[in-house]
């Protein structure tokens, strides 16, 4: 025994020389090398300077370029065919995660069907936004917004469109199977093995047309959300695969590969997404590179460090030895480093810009998501403590907190990314500016409520059930009205939701309305 | 930071590290130990049973990992011992769970032995306990004018009692709550058995 962790130790050294030399060559060949000036690559000449948001653009204004708008018609297809379905996953998402909130307080409520049980409508709540919501729309703003920081259009833009039908179907099928109890039975892991195999190929067709695109790329420089992407792009496949495939573990390893999985998903794929993209449109929306670029660096590359090690603090308490425990714990803390490096870089920007957010609603939305970036990573990495985990693991405390993550920092930015790019994209404006005002107020609003009551009431769970003196059942009653209190908060999100979708709805669909800019660029052709 | 390929083996080599060493590590050490003494497999309708556990979702309200006594009032509660590793040789999925809506079930079986009892709790938490909020699952269930032979009558309080004829198990509903009557993790532990000893005092035994 003593043994095979010596080995694993000398292992582990060997990793880091190894590391520290490919550090060295790195450096010596200025691979590592980057300057604040590269922080300049998300602009075009002469852009730095003046605030770009499609959505505050009145009919006379002539804000745009050409350059952009050949890369952006490009993507145009891909993009909004993601948006879209993304958006309806999202609506679907939202209903089933307002039904198992419901049925949380209303325990007899819909109980005759086995497809509608609180354990399947929950999961199916999960697997709808995560794999659906939140991965398809972050690969539509990756497939938008890479394009542009390598200004060049996107290659192969067909394959997307045979990706996104075949991660629709898959996921649907997905859905069908879970709802009918056709499930591998871990949390995040629930779509069978066999329905996996349908997404992992359509993840390939959106991670070839990136990488293409980046390799033909016209500047020398990867700006940071580049790498953000490329990297997210590389991690998640090999993570989904290794994790899906089927027959290898059992019992408590396969306990450990679970929360592996599970953990680098918010690490190392919605993370990489959000903080990308947040990383182009702060800057770009405002009109100012990031605060430091060098510092954009140690956030990246600890992220990368440290998030992929924290899995196991889910188990904390757990049958799983004590030392991969420890080191989850320990890495959990390290997040504090690239966490504190991308808040500096874009809440800075952010701070010293502060009219830009009452000028600007995409703006808006992604500096909030950035700023509960932030918070929930402090929170995550305080409650990996163990004196904190006793009390708010099991509880809903949990729940509240990975919807700090998953909804108030990456669906936000989302939500933002979206605003900004459909007008580019279609060259149309939104048709109802004053919903966009409305959904943000609702989304915030409703989720603020929603937090704060998971988050108190998860506390007074924990506390009750630390407590020998007080029987179970104090534990459920002492949630109950922070339980409807959410529901409450979910159902303003879910309206909101439901306004955004009927607004991307008719802002597609309408008559074409063009974007002045668009007429800009028709001209030469008319007089020709 | 100007090139792809760096970037991408790099990136990858950072997560094949922490593969190492959260999932190859772990299941290295957890492989080396035998299951507890008087751990049996499932039988068949206890498995049956199980797959019922999972394709229900139970796990996203039940954990089945008791926490040790420096940690927290779980034996007291009666959920059982600290699990160890070796308790879980024959669970495949595992359901470790990360929630408590409702109480541990690792030994649940020990704890509440009746068939009866957990056949009525199935069919109508509330029944019961009436601060449950766990759902009922009625369509485990089938209610028939009268029992026929071999079936299995639930028995109801009143207000839960249909109209008309008796409530009687399907097949799901009884594979379940054997699964359930069969969760029992008592045995000890042996001295060396893999959990987290985080929370216990330097040489405390368990």
């Not at chain 1, 292992?11 to 060295?24: G, M, N, T, Y």
């Not at chain 2, 019922?52 to 996203?60: L, P, S, T």
Request: glycine share 8%.
């Amino acid at each position: 025994m003593s043994l095979t962790i010596g080995l694993l130790l000398a292992l582990s050294f060997v990793v880091s020389l190894l590391a520290l030399a490919f550090l060295i060559w790195a450096i010596n060949n200025n691979q590592l090398r980057i300057e604040q000036r590269h922080a300049y690559t998300i602009f075009t000449e002469g852009e730095a300077g003046q605030v770009d948001d499609p959505t505050a653009e009145r009919e006379d204004d002539h804000h745009f370029d050409i350059e952009r708008a050949g890369i952006d018609r490009v993507s145009r297809l891909p993009v909004l065919i993601l948006v879209a379905s993304g958006i309806g996953w999202l609506v679907l998402g939202s209903l089933f995660g307002l039904v198992a909130s419901l049925k949380l307080h209303w325990p007899d409520w819909l109980d005759a069907q086995a497809a509608l049980t609180f354990g399947r409508v929950r999961t199916l709540h999960l697997n709808m936004v995560i794999y659906g919501w939140a991965s398809m729309t972050g690969i539509a703003v990756a497939l938008w917004v890479t394009p542009r920081i390598f200004h060049t259009p996107l290659r192969l833009p067909r394959l997307p469109l045979i990706g996104a039908a075949l991660w629709n179907m898959a996921l649907l099928a997905g859905a069908i199977a879970i709802a009918n109890g056709w499930t591998d039975g871990e949390e995040w892991l629930e779509i069978p093995w066999q329905v996996d195999i349908g997404l992992a190929t359509a993840g390939v067709f959106f991670v070839v047309p990136i990488i293409v695109t980046a390799a033909r790329r016209e500047v020398h420089h990867i700006y940071v959300t580049g790498w953000y992407y490329l990297a997210g792009l590389c991690w998640f496949p090999v993570l989904f695969v290794i994790a899906n495939i089927p027959y290898i573990h059992s019992g408590v390893q396969e306990a450990t590969v679970n929360w592996w999985f599970a953990h680098n998903v918010l690490g190392l794929w919605l993370t990489p997404l959000g903080v990308g993209t947040a990383y182009y449109f702060i800057p770009k929306i405002i009109g100012k590179p990031i605060y430091s670029y060098s510092l954009s660096l140690l956030g990246f590359w600890g992220l990368a460090l440290f998030y992929s090690q924290v899995g196991i603090h889910h188990l904390i308490g757990g049958p799983v030895p004590t030392w991969v425990v420890t080191l989850s714990i320990v890495h959990s803390m390290m997040m504090f480093i690239p966490v504190l490096a991308v808040a500096v870089n874009q809440h800075v920007l952010v701070a010293r810009n502060l009219w830009a957010l009452r000028e600007s609603i995409p703006l808006r939305f992604v500096a909030l998501g950035a700023l509960l970036y932030t918070l929930a990573s402090f929170q995550g990495s305080i409650e990996a403590l163990r004196t904190v985990n006793s009390v708010t693991h099991f509880t809903h405390y949990t729940v509240g907190h990975a919807h700090l993550g998953a909804y108030g920092f990456l669906t936000l930015v989302l939500f933002g990314a979206v605003y900004y790019l459909v007008p580019r994209s279609t060259g149309r404006q939104w048709p109802w500016p004053a919903a966009m005002a409305a959904h943000f107020w609702l989304v915030v609003v409703g989720f603020l409520v929603y937090f704060a009551a998971l988050t108190i009431g998860g506390v007074l769970q924990g506390l009750a059930m630390l407590d020998a003196t007080r029987p179970f059942a104090e534990s459920v009653r002492v949630t109950m009205p922070y339980l409807q209190a959410r529901s409450v908060g979910g159902s303003l999100m879910a309206l909101g939701h439901l306004l955004f979708a009927v607004h991307f709805v008719v802002a597609v669909l309408q008559r074409p309305a063009p974007h002045p800019g668009a007429t800009v660029l028709s001209k030469p052709a008319v007089a020709a | 930071m100007n090139r792809i390929l760096p970037l991408g083996v790099i990136a990858l080599g950072i997560l094949a590290f922490a593969t190492l060493m959260l999932v190859i590590g772990p299941a290295i050490q957890i492989k080396s130990m035998a299951p507890t003494p008087g751990l049996a497999n499932y039988s068949a309708q206890e498995l049956r049973g199980r797959e019922q556990y999972v394709a229900q979702g139970c796990v996203y309200c039940h954990s089945q990992q008791p926490r040790s006594a420096d940690q927290a009032p779980d034996a007291e509660r009666g959920w059982g011992r600290a699990a160890v590793a070796s308790d879980y040789v024959y669970d495949r999925p595992h359901q470790l769970g990360t929630m408590r809506t409702g109480p541990d079930l690792f030994n649940v079986g020990t704890r509440l032995p009746s068939r009866d009892w957990h056949l009525t709790h199935l069919y109508q938490p509330r029944a019961i306990f009436a601060w449950s909020i766990m759902p009922g699952y009625p369509y485990l269930f089938e209610r028939k004018s009268r029992a026929g032979p071999g079936d299995v009558v639930v028995s109801l309080p009143a207000e839960h009692r249909p109209a008309e004829g008796v409530i009687v198990a399907k097949p799901a509903a009884l594979d379940l709550v054997a699964y359930l009557q069969g969760l029992d993790h008592t045995n000890p532990a042996p001295a060396r058995a893999v959990r987290d000893d985080g929370y216990s005092e330097r040489g405390e035994p368990r």
